[in-house]
Nanobody
């Protein structure tokens, strides 16, 4: 069973940066599109960014466009979410999710595999 593991979260001041990673120990992610989702306090889990299986076609939530960059390194079997100019409203638990197929989607229902998440807190 494909399991995803996120890392890289932490406490950062507004304006700071973090890079999240998502790996699948023992599995290759070549054939999987990946989504990054965020669950903020009191809110439902929602999409932040996604990337196609071949590492192309990234899509972003409007509020993070220009600040976040999703990338997929199939050689390293790792997906990254580079987050710059972080804001307090970016606080939440970040999850990566995988779906077998080329295209990524924002809808949670498209994803079969989820990690446990990594906490990101943006606060001064």
């Amino acid at each position: 069973q494909l399991q995803l593991v996120e890392s890289g979260g932490g406490l950062v001041q507004p304006g700071g940066s973090l890079r999240l990673s998502c790996v699948a120990p023992g599995f290759t992610l070549d054939d999987y599109a990946i989504g990054w989702f965020r669950q903020s306090p009191g809110k439902e889990r929602g999409p932040v960014a996604c990337i196609n299986a071949e590492g192309d076609g990234p899509n972003y939530l409007g509020s993070v466009k220009g600040r976040f960059t999703v990338s997929k390194d199939n050689a390293k079997n790792t997906v990254y979410l580079q987050m710059n100019s972080l804001k307090p409203e970016d606080t939440g638990r970040y999850y990566c999710a995988a779906r077998r197929g080329y295209l990524c989607y924002f809808a949670r229902s498209n994803y079969d595999h989820w990690g446990q998440g990594t906490q990101v807190t943006v606060s001064s």
